[in-house]
């Protein structure tokens, strides 16, 4: 069974500063792997997709990447914001679509 | 940890039929569940949010009487696609929340999701 994992569970850092999150993944054997944030009370928002054929993928401040042999990924954020702060999800499609664990982001003005 | 279950996790069904899928919250009474929709090779796509004994709040862009949510109880939550066709088909994933700001931050307890292939 697919088992993903992020570290850490929670981070704190200042404002403007730079962050990576991580994402590891058991199976290799996935169609993609997304990364969502998820703010209190509401659903899911997608960040990126990485096609399982991609290496990363960037959108304004965020960079993801995969590296799908070793089983991890990464979420790039550079110069964090405070409405950066929010819960991060990786979740990886294969037979069925897995989560990870979460990391609970909070950045400090 | 919660449970989150999802059934039927696999459905064919003849285009014009409608396709009933089930989300319940297995441990614990869910105040808020999530209905999203993957398409092939795209990203998740958050449908609808309902609330126990409310009625569901679409996204815009979701048809409601297309795609009804019902939300009867604390810990089931029905998607029925009605009069299915091809381009119905997709991933269908539910969540479940026990409720707002549960321990800190929003929890949200996922299913494993329904792949629905309409022929």
């Known amino acids: 069974k697919q088992e993903v994992t992020q570290i850490p569970a929670a981070l704190s850092v200042p404002e403007g500063e730079n962050l990576v999150l991580n994402c590891s993944f058991t199976?290799?054997?996935?169609?993609?792997l997304q990364w969502f944030r998820q703010d209190p009370g509401k659903g899911l928002t997608s960040l990126l997709l990485i096609q399982s054929s991609q290496r990363e993928q960037t959108s304004g401040r965020l960079n993801a990447s995969l590296d799908k042999s070793s089983g991890r990924s990464t979420l790039y954020i550079a110069a964090s914001q405070p409405g950066d702060s929010a819960t991060y999800l990786c979740a990886v499609t294969g037979n069925q679509f897995y989560f990870g664990t979460g990391t609970s982001l909070t950045v400090i003005p | 940890g919660a449970v989150v279950s999802q059934h039927p996790s696999r459905v064919i069904c003849k285009s014009g039929t409608s396709v009933k899928i089930e989300c319940r919250s297995l441990d614990f009474q869910a105040t808020t569940m999530f209905w999203y929709r993957q398409f092939p090779k795209k990203s998740l796509m958050l449908m609808a949010t309902?609330?126990?004994?409310?009625?569901?709040?679409?996204e815009q862009g979701v048809e409601k009487d297309k795609f009804l949510i019902n939300h009867a109880s604390l810990t089931l939550s029905t998607l029925t696609v009605t009069s299915a066709h091809p381009e119905d088909s997709s991933f269908y994933i539910c969540s479940a929340s026990p409720g707002a700001l549960a321990r800190g931050h929003n929890e949200q307890f996922f299913g494993p999701g329904t792949r629905l292939t309409v022929l």
């Open positions: 309902s609330n126990e004994g409310s009625k569901a709040t679409y």
């Open positions: 199976d290799s054997a996935i169609y993609n």
